[in-house]
């Protein structure tokens, strides 16, 4: 069960970080997130959360608060969209090698994030072409958002399997609480952002999928998977013992 942002695509910093920034420039306001702020905006979840905090912080009144999140974070969802279409949004190097492997193994695949439906079977279809996610659900369609576990309780339910048969492959310390909170097992591949998390409940930690003679550092295997640096079905299947 895979997260998106973050984990299968590296979206945050040149994807959706630019789209906030343009529909901020296109309503007139005079927010601009760098790269740095982006990475503690990123702590909280959902982008329309995200704004209307940030708002908040800026002195925008209740009133006009949630409204304007929600117009801005319409205006960032149509960018992100043309950002994916243009191909400024790429797969993590080895993710889509194991998205195929696990695929032609039979493996029932899942996605549980906390991006928008909006753009999320873009995003998919762009970088993980002809993969099928038995279940997808995105963070519209939950009440609550990781690190809440609602998304992963809801795609293992919908997927008909039981939590303990189940991994999640996460990049962040939010996306851990959530599937760790679901009862999954959680593989957590970091990234720039997320390297500094504090990632202590995770099963494994890597700083990359890896590839064959391309091999991530192995963090934390606390699992004893033997993996060396490659995460691929076997260490996935390790994962469950
Ligand atoms: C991803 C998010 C999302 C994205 C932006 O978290 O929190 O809000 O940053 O997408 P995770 P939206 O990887 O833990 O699922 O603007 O569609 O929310
Ligand atoms: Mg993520």
Not at 96 to 112: I, K, N, P, S
Not at 139 to 165: M, N
Request: aromatic content about 6%.
């Amino acid at each position: 069960m895979f997260d998106v942002d973050g984990t299968l695509v590296d979206s945050e910093r040149h994807g959706h970080r630019v789209a906030f920034n343009l529909a901020f420039e296109e309503f007139g306001l005079p927010y601009r997130w760098d790269e740095e702020e982006y990475g503690q905006l990123l702590r909280t979840t959902g982008g329309r959360r995200r704004i209307e905090q940030y708002l908040a912080r800026h002195g925008v009144g209740e009133a006009e608060r949630a409204d304007l999140a929600a117009e801005l974070h319409d205006r960032k969802t149509a960018v992100m969209k043309e950002l994916i279409a243009e191909g400024r949004v790429q797969a993590r190097p080895g993710a889509t090698r194991l998205l195929g492997e696990l695929a032609g193994a039979g493996v029932a695949l899942a996605v549980a994030t906390t991006g928008s439906r909006g753009w999320v079977g873009n995003v998919l279809e762009k970088c993980a072409p002809g993969v099928e996610f038995a279940v997808t659900v995105a963070g519209d369609e939950v009440s609550a958002r990781k690190p809440d576990p609602e998304a992963f309780s809801r795609a293992v339910e919908l997927l008909g399997v039981a939590p303990a048969s189940v991994v999640a492959v996460e990049d962040s310390a939010e996306g851990l609480e959530s599937a760790t909170g679901a009862g999954l097992r959680c593989a957590v591949v970091v990234n720039a952002y997320t390297a500094d998390h504090d990632l202590g409940a995770a099963d494994l930690v890597l700083d990359g999928f890896g590839e064959p003679g391309r091999p991530a550092t192995v963090v934390a295997d606390r699992r004893d998977t033997g993996c060396t640096g490659v995460l691929d079905h076997a260490t996935l299947a390790r994962l469950l013992r």
